[in-house]
């Protein structure tokens, strides 16, 4: 039987919402969501619907205002034919009807029922319709999940959509810890971040669409130095510039990133503009959605590029994330990071107790200045790093002043 939402007050009566099995609503006031309300009282990302075997359950995403069902506040709750949510001040009414009393256009509209993939057959997405979006060419793998190109029905546009493995947000829980990271990313905005332009839940499905950013991953630089031979050093400062500006935004949006390694980095192709992604699993990680991405005795991502901090598993701040930058710029000034062992005990090890070759064994044209910043980053000791990532911007243009001379 169809099932539909009609807004009866607010801002956007008359609306209708089909509800669809295996494709959740989102309404909230952003325009990222599924379905956006006009509504000021509404939450950018307020509660979630959801059809499952034919029941239509309701669930509030910690929302400002709550969200209420024929008058009482609900975290969740089951909707029957005629009951009225309200969210803010708009409410909307449950219709369900007969199947003969469906149009046959707005019965066509339905979209095709999707196949639940995990594990490693989540690649099978590609060439399928995942939300408004259309999966195109798997693009890169990580821990929490793949990253597509895909592009958007809505306006045609391209994105990069990451689609997170269904075990990283199989419960409530989780789901809502993926929401909360959604709020607080979505309006983030900076030249050297990977914006994110939409994130949701289509199914078993958690996604997230970034801007589409046309070059390469620095891992993609650091595997071709390994070829070709070493990096021009003026590369690794523009990077070491461009990413402390996003991390300093970052981190004065409450984010630390926890994971910043080369694959989360791109530069665009057309102006070498250094851009850092993934914030929105940053700001998940907060919790136990970590604990979900990782089987017992394992560290979530790149460990060659990790602060001696995160590997005990203790409590991190923002000198771990520039610890991390540190590790990638002496990578990329040299071809590999400057720890590595030949099992993961043995990188552990050096991360904790080694000291690093200078980067000016590897490239001597390297200055002098340079050289010190990225070895002040990768101290062990979090006292003797930079303390922010400001500090890091005051020395890097002290440095190129001196430079330009």
Not at 360 to 381: G, H, T
Request: charged share 25%; hydrophobic share 40%; glycine share 8%.
């Amino acid at each position: 039987m169809p099932k539909d939402l009609h807004v009866i007050s607010g801002p956007d009566t008359g609306h209708m919402f089909r509800l669809f099995e295996n494709n959740p609503l989102m309404l909230g006031r952003s325009r990222h969501v599924v379905a956006p309300l006009k509504d000021l009282q509404v939450s950018r990302v307020h509660c979630e619907i959801e059809l499952e075997d034919g029941q239509v359950h309701v669930t509030d995403l910690e929302s400002g205002g709550g969200t209420f069902v024929n008058g009482t506040r609900i975290e969740e709750d089951y909707l029957q034919h005629g009951d009225i949510l309200q969210i803010g001040q708009t409410q909307l009414r449950l219709q369900i009807d007969d199947e003969e009393s469906a149009s046959p256009s707005r019965a066509a509209a339905a979209p095709p029922k999707q196949v639940v993939l995990t594990g490693d057959r989540l690649q099978e997405l590609s060439g399928k319709k995942l939300s408004h979006f259309h999966v195109g060419e798997l693009h890169a793998r990580g821990q929490s999940g793949l990253i597509f190109e895909a592009r958007d029905f809505k306006d045609d546009s391209p994105v990069a959509l990451k689609v997170l493995y269904p075990a990283a947000t199989g419960n409530a829980k989780e789901l809502r810890r993926f929401v909360r990271s959604m709020r607080t990313v979505l309006p983030l905005r900076h030249p050297n971040l990977i914006a994110l332009v939409g994130a949701g839940k289509s199914g078993p499905y958690c996604w997230a669409a970034m801007e589409f950013v046309e070059g390469e991953s620095l891992t993609q630089v650091i595997q071709r130095i390994g070829v070709g031979g070493m990096l021009d050093w003026r590369f690794a400062f523009r990077v070491a510039v461009h990413i402390a500006r996003a991390l300093e935004y970052a981190h004065n949006s409450g984010i630390i990133h926890r994971n910043l390694t080369p694959q989360n980095i791109l530069v665009r192709r057309k102006d070498k503009v250094a851009k850092l992604g993934d914030l929105i699993l940053a700001k998940a990680l907060e919790g136990a959605l970590a604990e979900q991405l990782t089987r017992p005795g394992e560290i979530l991502g790149d460990l060659r590029y990790m602060s001696p901090e995160r590997t005990m598993g203790t409590d991190v701040d923002r000198r771990s994330d520039l610890y991390s930058l540190g590790a990638l710029l002496y990578a990329l000034l040299t071809g590999k990071p400057p720890f590595e062992g030949g099992s993961l005990v043995e990188t552990i090890v050096k991360i904790r107790t080694g000291i690093p070759a200078k980067p000016k064994q590897f490239q001597p044209s390297i200055p002098d200045r340079f050289e010190a910043i990225v070895l002040k980053l990768i101290q062990r000791r979090l006292e003797d790093r930079f303390q922010s990532a400001a500090e890091l911007l005051n020395e890097l243009r002290r440095v190129a002043k001196i430079l330009s001379k």
